[in-house]
């Protein structure tokens, strides 16, 4: 079974604060998505990988940073974070396969 | 761009049929997607067409006409279990020619008995 496991599933951070959020697939994928839900609003698009060391800005990249230095794991960083990116953030991967593999996703809150 | 439409909620009765619709645009069109998300759970894939007409899963089948850019999933024998949010999703391409999927905001089904 694919497993994408995520660092936290929940998270309590204060303004300002430079976070980490970590993603691993463990089923050698080339492509790993960072998205936020919202209610509301869907799942939207923060930033993309296809491979190592490569990045592609999704819908919302603003505030948020991504690094790919392994195949298997994708973070996601808010420099400064900020009460307006309080939300359910979600990594998915995917293989030669259509199918997206989601994490369980981590709850961040910002106060 | 890419952006999608679909209902917020739709009720329907345990045992009946639910169609739940999704129009998109997007450029560079590869495929619809389905995806499935329980309360508290975190998004599973049911289905995805990347050519016209009827896709059958068992209960589930999807369906997409990409010249009118739309697509819907048909939901039979429903159960309470099927209680959940949907979400149809786009692959399409960004300016850089790269794949990326984006997702509708997606369907609140309620089975009622």
């Known amino acids: 079974d694919v497993k994408v496991t995520q660092s936290s599933r929940y998270l309590v951070k204060r303004t300002g604060e430079k976070v980490f959020l970590e993603c691993v697939q463990d089923?050698?994928?080339?492509?790993m998505f960072w998205y936020r839900q919202d209610p509301g609003l869907g799942l939207r698009l923060i930033y993309f990988?296809?491979?190592?060391?490569?990045?592609e800005k999704g819908d919302i990249p603003e505030g948020y940073s991504v690094s790919r230095e392994k195949k298997e794991r994708f973070s996601l960083i808010l420099e400064s974070a900020s009460t307006n990116q309080t939300s359910m953030y979600l990594c998915?991967?995917?293989?030669?396969?259509?199918?997206?593999?989601f994490g369980p996703g981590t709850r961040l809150t910002v106060t | 761009g890419q952006s999608l439409e679909q209902p917020s909620e739709v009720t329907a009765v345990e045992g009946a049929i639910v169609q739940i619709n999704c129009t998109y645009q997007?450029?560079?069109?590869?495929?619809l997607s389905w995806y499935q998300q329980h309360d508290g759970g975190a998004p599973t894939f049911l289905s995805y067409?990347?050519?016209?007409g009827l896709e059958e899963t068992g209960r589930f089948s999807s369906f997409l006409s990409r010249s009118d850019s739309y697509g819907y999933l048909l939901l039979q024998e429903l159960q309470m279990k099927d209680s959940a949010s949907y979400f149809c999703?786009?692959?399409?391409?960004?300016?850089?020619?790269?794949?990326?999927?984006?997702f509708g905001t997606g369907t609140k089904l309620q089975v009622i008995p």
């Open positions: 998915a991967s995917t293989g030669m396969s259509y199918e997206q593999y």
């Open positions: 089923m050698d994928h080339e492509n």
């Open positions: 990988s296809y491979d190592v060391k490569m990045k």
């Open positions: 997007t450029s560079g069109f590869y495929g």
């Open positions: 067409n990347a050519l016209d």
């Open positions: 999703a786009v692959r399409g391409s960004n300016s850089g020619g790269y794949q990326k999927v984006t």
